[in-house]
């Protein structure tokens, strides 16, 4: 069974910085996908950024690129957001999940708090 377990959210100020770590265990990752998602509060989940687990080929929605930057440790199977130049809009849960192939995104963890102050 997977498992995706996130730590490093907080409190920051606007401008500052965090990186969000997701330990992934349950089985061999290299068909999967790992992403990260966030939602606000009053508003839907929206899509952060992905990497695909074998390669490290990287996508971003646009109100991240240049801030926000994907990565994974392949040995350790951990995934990574670091981010930069934080917005109170950035404020959210943030979600780790993992998609197997080109199906949904099928696993998901608890979740980590991020809350930007201005």
Known sequence: QVQ??????GLVQAGGS????????GRTFSGYAMGWFRQAPGKER????RIRW?????SYSDFVKGR???SRDYAKNT???QMNS???????VYYCAAQEGSRSWGYWGQGT???VSS
């Open 4 to 9: 995706l377990v996130e730590s490093g959210g």
């Open 68 to 70: 926000f930057t994907i």
């Open 86 to 92: 934080l917005k109170p809009e950035d404020t959210a």
């Open 79 to 81: 995934l990574y957001l």
């Open 54 to 58: 074998i390669d490290g080929i990287m």
């Open 46 to 49: 929206e899509f952060v950024a």
């Open 113 to 115: 708090q991020v809350t």
């Open 18 to 25: 965090l990186r969000l770590s997701c330990a992934a265990s």
